[in-house]
């Protein structure tokens, strides 16, 4: 009787390890893929016809304002993850640097939200397509929202209070 319990409790203890080593990799596995995005693939993304109201960040790895204002996106996309509200973060680290920049990054500070990293070889070309008023420094962060034409662009470190302002003002339906 004791054997067949003893048994019993190191199958269900290795099911059980067995269970979370597998949630572990697949996490792991969901939290390794960051696509490569060309400027078509975003332009047609920024203008879909949609009641849903993006927030667009532009950031890197090096640049640290831009490193210290996700902690705020981060969680306001948690906070507004059951609305209309979708975080799309361009990462503008060097594509061939995913592995050694990009990835480490993210297992330390994971976001919630769709990340990839924005790969456009002339800067000049896209960022008048993007913003025609960015000079071209990020963080650099554009809220939208293509139902009602409302749009606002800013080239700073926002706060978590400011972007909450910035989304509230884009998603107002009139």
Same mark, same amino acid.
């Given at each position: 009787?004791?054997? #067949?319990?003893?048994? *019993? %409790? ?15 990799? !697949?996490?792991? &596995?969901?939290? *390794? ?5 060309? &400027? +078509?693939?975003?332009?047609? #993304? ?12 532009? =950031? ?9 204002? &996700?902690?705020?996106?981060? !969680?306001? +996309?948690?906070?507004? +993850?059951?609305?209309?509200? $979708?975080?799309? %973060? ?5 594509? $061939? ?10 297992? $330390? ?16 070309? =896209? ?25 606002? %662009? %800013?080239?700073?470190? &926002? !706060? ?7 989304? !509230? ?6």
């Amino acid at each position: 009787m004791i054997i #067949r319990q003893s048994n *019993q %409790f190191y199958r269900h203890f290795f099911l059980w390890m067995l269970t979370c080593i597998c949630f572990l990799i !697949s996490t792991e &596995l969901r939290a *390794q893929h960051v696509p490569v995005v060309g &400027l +078509s693939s975003l332009s047609d #993304r920024i203008s879909v016809k949609s009641d849903t109201t993006y927030v667009l960040n532009f =950031w890197a790895t090096w640049c640290a304002p831009c490193v210290r204002e &996700l902690p705020h996106f981060d !969680s306001l +996309s948690v906070a507004y +993850s059951n609305q209309k509200i $979708k975080f799309l %973060f361009a990462s503008l680290d060097d594509a $061939k640097k995913i592995e050694t920049r990009v990835l480490p990054f993210l297992k $330390k500070l994971p976001l919630h939200g769709e990340v990839f990293v924005f790969d456009e070889p002339d800067p000049n070309t =896209w960022i008048p397509i993007i913003e025609d008023t960015w000079t071209g420094s990020i963080p650099a962060t554009i809220v939208y929202n293509n139902a009602n034409g409302r749009r606002i %662009f %800013f080239e700073q470190e &926002l !706060s978590a209070t400011e972007l909450a302002e910035a989304i !509230s003002r884009v998603s107002i339906t009139e």
